[in-house]
């Protein structure tokens, strides 16, 4: 297929590793050679191996991607860089990870670098090795300082792969990762990192990759255990496709969820139902001085402030709760005369205090028992050994007291006791008295609220801050609460400084991933004003910058490009410059017709993954039905509980954000469906537009949308 010299030489060096790994694997799954001493050890080695085989066997068709060719202590050495690191004990097939050390050499431009063992090493080739089914399929030399250096060879390599059609899922980059993505994935463990990019420069794709990243043993004490990790998308049916990409990142048992269902199952409300009304209001308002009171409500709710606020009103709460409470209670320790425990009221309010100093991550409730617990065992002497038969007969009237003490501190009632008394608001003294009164109104009252047991996206937060100081924020093990090892949040720009300071709670220090894009902002009332602002409650946090775009052909780009510039004077993103086919317009004629007709084009023009966006999802519902007479079977991805597998499908754009397919159909590209004069509907009109690959079609019976037609 290649004429590449070296492709025969390749070839041969692919089949001896594809072998070397087949007898690898053959030599671990042989039970006879695992076994031990007595079954208890030739069990745990026969499972060891089994493992060990079945996280090599997937990469045997595919067992590298590319070589780097060194020269280092005066020896000259060829690294074969994969997906799956592997060790040759028979022969010289090694293959090294590529999210390595070494595996970093690959990606970045550098020429030379510091091996371990010290002195200079020098790059001499990097070399792409396109292999699929254990055949090579062809020979790319990235850089050859024997052929003038580089060869423009990376770029050719990424166009390949991005002229490929889209999947069902996320894909992994591994093979083809750019310098600056690699720098800002492999940015120093422990650090948090913001990562600002555009819309389709790879923030979400990067976001995972560094996960994987931070899974590897080189990382030390910083080295993340993925059931121990959790990623935050906007919505389930996009939680469900970015999730496809973990496997391929040998990544398993990641959380990968959405923020109200994290924060509703860490209440224990999984049935609460989250609404957004500021949304709502100012989507249908057309009275600015509300709209702008439900915005600047909306945005105090969410400031950092509000932490302390809450502290400070459960302070005064608890103490209250305290007063003509304590404990005097008959103990028994084996050879000592019966005992007597005694608490005053007074010595229970210093115990708080103390836990308010201490602030537990498990919550004061946990904090305040311990605290008794130990208080006890200091004061009546108790010897390590009796320890835990105090502990058990102080269990129930401890459990008794705590209830009296936090009676009734559930999150959302006690939120909303919070936001309900000025007093209370006032309280730390944080607050001004124009934010107390700007909290005590109500622009949201004209919007209808669920029947159901519901909170608003702007409350959650407050809740889950009594949530935190009261039962504590975390991972859930068993019944202890943990920090998580690493946390990534897609679309970071919509999550509130508090929710950022409570995520930097429940997560080991500096292991946040912020991926986000200030310029694609649909919820700005929600989200901070900037990347400082998210700074000041990450303590060290790098702001790194994806500066090109990979997603769509340059006309696809270009179309997108006008319509975001006139919102967002940034717009001037630079893709890489792919082309592809005209965007294909088509009015004059009733819709269905029109989409019916748009969905055979793409077809016929070789695309399989298509998508018709529509503004809401009850257009894509009836539009889905009404299709079928028009012989066009598009499946309808309308509620959060539908998933993407690829094919014909039909959804409204708040659930194609994130989602990108071979071909997009914007249904209803007017100006009636999309409002010129609002930003937010031109917003989510770039968001419809930006979801194609390489075919994008705009559709309206009557006149297409100025901006695009
Ligand atoms: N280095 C790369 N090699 C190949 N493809 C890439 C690379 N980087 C990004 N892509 C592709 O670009 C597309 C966009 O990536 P991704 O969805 O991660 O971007 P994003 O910045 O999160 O976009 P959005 O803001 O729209 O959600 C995907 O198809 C991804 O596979």
Not at 407 to 418: K, Q
Not at 549 to 574: E, F, K, W
Request: aromatic letters at 6%; hydrophobic letters at 40%; glycine letters at 8%.
């Amino acid at each position: 297929m290649s004429t590449h010299p070296d492709f025969d030489l390749e070839k041969e060096h692919l089949a001896g590793t594809v072998a070397a790994m087949l007898r690898q694997i053959e030599f671990w799954e042989d039970r006879d050679r695992n076994a031990g001493a007595d079954l208890e050890t030739s069990i745990i080695m026969a499972d060891e191996a089994g493992e060990h085989a079945a996280m090599l066997s997937p990469h045997v068709h595919q067992p590298y991607f590319g070589s780097l060719k060194v020269r280092a202590g005066g020896r000259e050495q060829t690294l074969y860089i994969g997906k799956h690191g592997f060790q040759d004990v028979k022969g010289p097939h090694h293959v090294v990870s590529w999210d390595s050390e070494v595996g970093s050499l690959f990606y970045t431009q550098a020429l030379e670098w510091t091996p371990r063992r010290g002195g200079k090493g020098v790059i001499r080739r990097r070399r792409q090795l396109d292999v699929a089914k254990k055949q090579l399929m062809r020979v790319t030399d990235l850089y050859d300082d024997e052929r003038g250096g580089d060869t423009g060879g990376r770029e050719e390599v990424l166009l390949r792969r991005l002229n490929e059609g889209s999947t069902a899922g996320m894909r992994d980059v591994v093979e083809t990762l750019q310098p600056e993505q690699n720098e800002a994935m492999r940015y120093p463990a422990g650090t948090p990192v913001i990562i600002q990019g555009a819309a389709g420069s790879g923030k979400t794709t990067i976001g995972f990759h560094r996960l994987a990243w931070m899974t590897n043993r080189e990382r030390g004490v910083h080295q993340a255990r993925a059931e121990a990790c959790m990623v935050l998308m906007p919505n389930r049916v996009l939680a469900a496709y970015a999730g496809r990409i973990l496997p391929e990142l040998d990544l398993h048992a990641v959380n990968v969820t959405t923020p109200e269902t994290w924060a509703t199952g860490l209440l224990g409300l999984e049935k609460l139902e989250v609404t957004d009304r500021t949304l709502s209001l100012l989507l249908t308002d057309r009275d600015n001085t509300r709209r702008a009171l439900a915005w600047r409500r909306a945005k105090l709710l969410g400031d950092a402030r509000m932490l302390d606020v809450v502290r400070t009103h459960l302070w005064h709460r608890w103490n209250a709760g305290l007063k003509g409470h304590g404990l005097n209670e008959p103990l028994e320790v084996p050879g000592r005369a019966p005992l007597t425990f005694t608490l005053t009221e007074a010595d229970l309010a210093g115990l708080l205090r103390d836990v308010f100093a201490q602030d537990p991550l498990d919550g004061y409730r946990a904090g305040l028992r311990r605290a008794i617990e130990a208080e006890a065992m200091d004061r009546l002497n108790v010897p390590e050994e009796h320890a835990p038969g105090v502990r058990r007969q102080l269990s129930t009237p401890l459990t008794t007291l705590l209830g009296r003490i936090f009676a009734g501190t559930t999150p959302v009632t006690e939120a909303r006791r919070l936001l309900g008394d000025p007093d209370a608001l006032k309280a730390s003294g944080l607050l001004t008295d124009r934010e107390v009164q700007l909290l005590m109104t109500d622009p949201l009252s004209g919007i209808p609220t669920p029947r159901r047991a519901h909170a608003d996206a702007t409350e959650l937060p407050v809740m889950l801050a009594v949530q935190a100081f009261t039962g504590g924020i975390g991972r859930a093990v068993g019944r202890t609460l943990e920090p998580f090892d690493h946390v990534v949040l897609d679309e970071a720009q919509d999550y509130s400084p508090l929710l950022y300071a409570l995520l930097g709670r429940a997560t080991r220090d500096g292991h946040i991933t912020a991926l986000g894009d200030l310029n694609q902002g649909m919820h700005g009332y929600k989200g901070p004003n900037n990347w400082e602002a998210v700074q000041a409650i990450l303590p060290g946090a790098q702001v790194l910058t994806l500066s090109r775009t990979y997603r769509s052909t340059r006309q696809i780009t270009q179309l997108g490009a006008r319509i975001a510039s006139t919102y967002n004077r940034a717009a001037d993103v630079h893709g890489v410059d792919r082309d592809g086919a005209e965007v294909q317009r088509y009015s004059g004629a009733p819709e269905l017709e029109l989409l019916a007709r748009a969905v055979k084009d793409a077809q016929a023009a070789g695309h399989e993954n298509i998508a018709i966006v529509t503004r809401r999802g009850i257009d894509a519902d009836r539009l889905s039905e009404a299709l079928r007479d028009h012989d066009t079977d598009a499946q309808p991805i309308t509620t959060q509980e539908h998933r993407y597998r690829g094919g014909v499908v039909i959804l409204p754009v708040n659930l194609a954000k994130g989602l990108e397919f071979s071909a997009a159909i914007v249904a209803s590209a007017n100006a009636e469906t999309y409002d010129e004069s609002t930003e937010y509907e031109r917003r989510l009109l770039y968001v419809s537009a930006s979801r194609a690959l390489h075919w994008l079609a705009l559709v309206s019976a009557g006149e297409l949308h100025p901006l695009i037609a």
